[in-house]
C-alpha cells in the first residue's frame, strides 16, 4: 500500500492540529478558552429547525445535484439584499463553501498551473490547491498595513502564462480585513487585462464594521465572465454544521462543468436545504442578523482592546469577519500555545490560539504570528486576553517583536 502523494503532501489543519494539547489541559480541570476555531457560538435562526421539524415526507431523497427550487430561490433574494446579479440558473448548492472552493479550483484549472491567493489566507485554500494539483503563488500582505494589498506591480510580477486564478477572501480569514473598492478593482482589471478568473469567496460579507463596504467582486458588470462567487451559511447564519454552501458564475462554461461535479457527487443534504431556504423570509431575519453583527463588533472590540494593551504584540483593529491575526513578542508561535496549554492558567482557564504559520504558503512567515477567532463571548474574550498578557510576561521564549 502507499499514501498518495497528493496526501502526503497536504497540510494538516493549523485550526486544529493543537486540539489534544487543550483536550490534556482539560482532562486537568482547565478550561480552554477556544480562540482558534471559526464556531460561531450564536444560536442558528429558528427558522432553519422549525422548517426541518415540520418536514413532511416518508423519503429523504435526493435533491437535485443543483439544489432544490426553494434554497435556490432564497439564495437569489438574499443576493438582491446585496447586489449581486446571480439567478437560480447561475447557481448550484454545495456542501459548505468547502465543497464550493474544491469545485472552483477544479473547474478552471489542470494540474500544474497556478492561483494567486494573498497570504495569510486561510489554511484550507492550501489543501484544495494541492488536491487539484495546483501550486499556490502567494502575495504577503503585512500586518503593518492591515493586511491590505501592495502595489499592482507587484501582484502583476507573480502572473505567469500557468496562471489560472487569483482566490481571494473579502472580508478576509485569517486576518479580518475588509479590502477597498478600489483593491477590488485593481484585482478584477488584473483579472480582465490577463484573462484569469476571480475566485471569490464572500462568505463574511454581512460582518463589516466602522462603516467600512464590502464591495463584492460581483458588483462590476465588465467581469462577470471572470467571477466565481464562492458561498456558504455557515457563518452567516450560524450553522457549521448544515454543510450548506454554493457556487455561483454568469460563466456558462464553467457552470456547466461545475454541475458534472455536482451531479457525480449526487446532492446536497435534503433536509438541511429545507432548513437554510427558510432562513431568510423569515420574520425575525433582520433582527437575527442585527444582534449577531453587534455580537461580533462587541467581542472584535474587547480582542482588540485588549490586544493593544499588552506590551510588545502588534496587531490592527480588523475591519470584518470575526478573525485578528497578532505579531506576539515570542520565538515561535506554535511552541507558545503549546507552553501555554501545558504551563499557564489563571485561576484554571487558559487559552487556545492557532499558530498563523500554516496560513502562510511562503515558508518561515507568520511565525511569531497567532490568529484569534472571536466566536466566544465577551467576558470570556476579556478573560482571554489578560491570561494573553499575563502569559506572555512568563513566556521563557519571549523575544522584542522588530
Ligand atoms: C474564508 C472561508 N471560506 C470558506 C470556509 C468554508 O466554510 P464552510 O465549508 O463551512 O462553508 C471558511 C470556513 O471557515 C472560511 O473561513
Given at each position: 500500500?502507499?499514501?498518495?502523494?497528493?496526501?502526503?503532501?497536504?497540510?494538516?489543519?493549523?485550526?486544529?492540529?493543537?486540539?489534544?494539547?487543550?483536550?490534556?489541559?482539560?482532562?486537568?480541570?482547565?478550561?480552554?478558552?477556544?480562540?482558534?476555531?471559526?464556531?460561531?457560538?450564536?444560536?442558528?435562526?429558528?427558522?432553519?429547525?422549525?422548517?426541518?421539524?415540520?418536514?413532511?415526507?416518508?423519503?429523504?431523497?435526493?435533491?437535485?445535484?443543483?439544489?432544490?427550487?426553494?434554497?435556490?430561490?432564497?439564495?437569489?433574494?438574499?443576493?438582491?439584499?446585496?447586489?449581486?446579479?446571480?439567478?437560480?440558473?447561475?447557481?448550484?448548492?454545495?456542501?459548505?463553501?468547502?465543497?464550493?472552493?474544491?469545485?472552483?479550483?477544479?473547474?478552471?484549472?489542470?494540474?500544474?498551473?497556478?492561483?494567486?491567493?494573498?497570504?495569510?489566507?486561510?489554511?484550507?485554500?492550501?489543501?484544495?490547491?494541492?488536491?487539484?494539483?495546483?501550486?499556490?503563488?502567494?502575495?504577503?500582505?503585512?500586518?503593518?498595513?492591515?493586511?491590505?494589498?501592495?502595489?499592482?506591480?507587484?501582484?502583476?510580477?507573480?502572473?505567469?502564462?500557468?496562471?489560472?486564478?487569483?482566490?481571494?477572501?473579502n472580508p478576509s480569514n485569517p486576518t479580518g480585513t475588509v479590502y477597498t473598492k478600489e483593491e477590488v478593482d485593481m484585482i478584477t482589471d488584473l483579472a480582465i487585462k490577463h484573462d484569469i478568473m476571480i475566485i471569490a469567496d464572500e462568505v463574511y460579507r454581512e460582518?463589516?464594521?466602522?462603516?467600512?463596504?464590502?464591495?463584492?467582486?460581483?458588483?462590476?458588470?465588465?467581469?462577470?465572465?471572470?467571477?466565481?462567487?464562492?458561498?456558504?451559511?455557515?457563518?452567516?447564519?450560524?450553522?457549521?454544521?448544515?454543510?450548506?454552501?454554493?457556487?455561483?458564475?454568469?460563466?456558462?462554461?464553467?457552470?456547466?462543468?461545475?454541475?458534472?461535479?455536482?451531479?457525480?457527487?449526487?446532492?446536497?443534504?435534503?433536509?438541511?436545504?429545507?432548513?437554510?431556504?427558510?432562513?431568510?423570509?423569515?420574520?425575525?431575519?433582520?433582527?437575527?442578523?442585527?444582534?449577531?453583527?453587534?455580537?461580533?463588533?462587541?467581542?472584535?472590540?474587547?480582542?482588540?482592546?485588549?490586544?493593544?494593551?499588552?506590551?510588545?504584540?502588534?496587531?490592527?483593529?480588523?475591519?470584518?469577519?470575526?478573525?485578528?491575526?497578532?505579531?506576539?513578542?515570542?520565538?515561535?508561535?506554535?511552541?507558545?500555545?503549546?507552553?501555554?496549554?501545558?504551563?499557564?492558567?489563571?485561576?484554571?482557564?487558559?487559552?487556545?490560539?492557532?499558530?498563523?504559520?500554516?496560513?502562510?504558503?511562503?515558508?518561515?512567515?507568520?511565525?511569531?504570528?497567532?490568529?484569534?477567532?472571536?466566536?466566544?463571548?465577551?467576558?470570556?474574550?476579556?478573560?482571554?486576553?489578560?491570561?494573553?498578557?499575563?502569559?506572555?510576561?512568563?513566556?521563557?521564549?519571549?523575544?522584542?517583536?522588530?
Amino acid at each position: 500500500m502507499i499514501i498518495s502523494d497528493r496526501m502526503q503532501n497536504m497540510q494538516s489543519s493549523p485550526i486544529r492540529k493543537l486540539i489534544p494539547y487543550a483536550q490534556e489541559a482539560e482532562k486537568k480541570g482547565i478550561t480552554v478558552f477556544r480562540l482558534n476555531i471559526g464556531q460561531p457560538d450564536i444560536a442558528t435562526p429558528k427558522a432553519f429547525l422549525e422548517a426541518i421539524r415540520n418536514y413532511d415526507n416518508d423519503v429523504i431523497a435526493y435533491a437535485h445535484s443543483q439544489g432544490i427550487p426553494p434554497m435556490l430561490e432564497s439564495l437569489v433574494r438574499y443576493y438582491k439584499k446585496f447586489d449581486i446579479p446571480l439567478e437560480t440558473e447561475d447557481l448550484i448548492v454545495t456542501t459548505g463553501g468547502s465543497e464550493a472552493l474544491i469545485f472552483a479550483m477544479m473547474t478552471i484549472a489542470n494540474p500544474g498551473d497556478e492561483v494567486i491567493i494573498p497570504e495569510p489566507f486561510y489554511a484550507n485554500y492550501n489543501s484544495f490547491a494541492t488536491l487539484a494539483g495546483l501550486t499556490v503563488k502567494p502575495v504577503t500582505l503585512k500586518a503593518e498595513t492591515g493586511f491590505h494589498f501592495p502595489s499592482v506591480e507587484e501582484i502583476e510580477e507573480k502572473i505567469t502564462d500557468k496562471t489560472r486564478a487569483f482566490i481571494i477572501a473579502n472580508p478576509s480569514n485569517p486576518t479580518g480585513t475588509v479590502y477597498t473598492k478600489e483593491e477590488v478593482d485593481m484585482i478584477t482589471d488584473l483579472a480582465i487585462k490577463h484573462d484569469i478568473m476571480i475566485i471569490a469567496d464572500e462568505v463574511y460579507r454581512e460582518f463589516v464594521y466602522d462603516g467600512e463596504k464590502y464591495v463584492s467582486f460581483m458588483h462590476r458588470d465588465d467581469a462577470l465572465q471572470n467571477v466565481i462567487l464562492v458561498d456558504s451559511i455557515s457563518k452567516r447564519f450560524s450553522n457549521c454544521g448544515a454543510r450548506i454552501g454554493a457556487i455561483g458564475s454568469k460563466n456558462k462554461d464553467v457552470m456547466t462543468n461545475v454541475m458534472k461535479l455536482a451531479q457525480a457527487r449526487l446532492s446536497v443534504a435534503t433536509l438541511e436545504q429545507v432548513g437554510a431556504a427558510a432562513i431568510v423570509d423569515a420574520p425575525d431575519y433582520d433582527e437575527f442578523m442585527q444582534e449577531a453583527y453587534d455580537e461580533y463588533k462587541l467581542r472584535r472590540d474587547t480582542v482588540y482592546n485588549g490586544l493593544k494593551n499588552i506590551k510588545g504584540v502588534v496587531a490592527e483593529q480588523p475591519k470584518g469577519a470575526f478573525y485578528n491575526v497578532a505579531k506576539l513578542p515570542v520565538d515561535d508561535a506554535e511552541k507558545f500555545i503549546i507552553w501555554l496549554l501545558e504551563n499557564f492558567n489563571i485561576d484554571n482557564e487558559t487559552i487556545l490560539m492557532a499558530p498563523a504559520e500554516g496560513f502562510y504558503a511562503t515558508p518561515g512567515l507568520g511565525k511569531n504570528e497567532v490568529r484569534f477567532s472571536y466566536c466566544i463571548k465577551s467576558e470570556e474574550l476579556e478573560r482571554s486576553m489578560k491570561i494573553l498578557e499575563k502569559a506572555l510576561e512568563a513566556y521563557p521564549g519571549r523575544t522584542e517583536v522588530e
